[in-house]
């Protein structure tokens, strides 16, 4: 997810964000204590680790992979956190649900000149789903492998980042917030219908 592709409508995107660091390390703590407070997890130090590493794979690799494609790509990219949604993240896991808006990736104009071009959205857009798909195999393989006394930890990952990606592939835009399925969707609905990257050519 997305809010704020492009740097918004005005192209006002600075070269380099020095925050960016900072972001990535706040908004990893602060949605690993939401998420374990909303699991249950604060107080066990395995769940604890299991929460960490589903934040890690389910959120920050998410937006990272955002952030790598459309560097390749050639567009400056950087993540920024959005501190009202840590809050909110933070408020409403005390209350048995979530809404986690930790930040977005940002993204400018390419760095020798240049809009982005549908083609480039819709493959900037799938990196995160994508990468969320690939995660939520992994961990249910360990599921299906590992150890009673370690399984409902793999399943916990594997949970979040199936829920993450399938969340993230809803065709739904609202007022400074288009998540990546809408991206998907206006540009390339056969992608959008396979939920598969692998359908566009790299």
């Given at each position: 997810m997305s809010h704020n592709y492009w740097g918004?409508?005005?192209?006002?995107?600075?070269?380099?964000?020095?925050?960016?660091?900072?972001?990535?390390v706040i908004a990893l703590i602060a949605m690993t204590i939401a998420f374990a407070l909303l699991f249950g997890t604060l107080t066990s130090l395995g769940?604890?680790?299991?929460?960490?590493?589903a934040v890690l794979t389910g959120f920050l690799a998410h937006e990272l992979m955002h952030r790598e494609a459309a560097r390749r790509l050639g567009y400056i990219a950087y993540f920024k956190a959005w501190w009202v949604g840590l809050l909110?993240?933070?408020a409403t896991s005390f209350f048995h649900f979530i809404i986690a808006?930790?930040?977005?990736?940002?993204?400018?104009?390419k760095v020798?000149?240049?809009?982005?071009?549908?083609?480039?959205?819709?493959?900037?857009a799938?990196?995160?789903?994508?990468?969320?798909?690939?995660?939520a195999v992994v961990f249910l393989a360990l599921w299906l492998v590992l150890p009673s006394s370690l399984f409902s930890y793999a399943y916990l990952v594997y949970a979040t980042n199936a829920w993450l990606g399938f969340f993230n592939l809803i065709p739904l835009a609202l007022p400074g917030m288009m998540l990546d399925g809408f991206r998907v969707f206006r540009r390339d609905t056969r992608v959008w219908a396979s939920r598969s990257p692998?359908?566009?050519?790299?």
């Open positions: 918004g409508s005005g192209y006002g995107v600075p070269f380099k964000y020095r925050h960016e660091i900072r972001d990535i769940g604890l680790i299991a929460t960490f590493i909110l993240a933070l808006l930790p930040g977005a990736t940002v993204i400018g104009p020798w000149g240049g809009y982005p071009s549908q083609r480039d959205e819709l493959k900037i799938l990196a995160g789903p994508a990468t969320n798909m690939v995660f692998y359908r566009l050519r790299w």
